[in-house]
């Protein structure tokens, strides 16, 4: 079992950064990929970065590539997520997300095992 608790949403102005985090606790953080998705209101899932278990390979979904920047701190057990530029639309309920295995399956919600409960970004204009 793994348990996620992601931290360092807010209300930020437009153009305005943020990084969130995610402390992952219970089976051994370094043996397997993070991700984080997002969900705005009224709309599914959707998937935002992800990273390999050692921070080696990252990968990203062209809306929030150059813009976000996942990473990990396998010491901390904790993923990050560097959002610069925040645009309103990028308003969302951000998730990390769990595997069990060590590199990156996919970018579905159901390649993930393990959610956090996740944190409010609110981008005003």
């Known amino acids: 079992q793994v348990q996620l608790v992601e931290s360092g949403g807010g209300l930020v102005q437009a153009g305005g950064s943020l990084r969130l985090s995610c402390v992952a606790s219970?089976?051994?953080?370094?043996?397997?990929?993070m991700a984080w998705f997002r969900q705005a209101p009224g709309k599914e899932r959707e998937f935002v970065a992800a990273i390999t278990w050692d921070g080696g390979n990252t990968y990203y979904a062209d809306s929030w590539k150059g813009r976000f920047t996942i990473s990990r701190d396998n010491a901390k057990n904790t993923v990050y997520l560097q959002m610069n530029s925040l645009k309103p639309e990028d308003t969302a309920v951000y998730f990390c997300?769990?595997?069990?295995?060590?590199?990156?399956?996919?970018?579905?919600?159901?390649?993930?095992?393990?959610w956090g409960q996740g944190t409010q970004v609110t981008v005003s204009s």
């Open positions: 997300a769990a595997d069990v295995t060590p590199e990156i399956r996919g970018t579905s919600p159901d390649e993930y095992y393990y």
């Open positions: 219970g089976r051994a953080f370094s043996t397997y990929a």
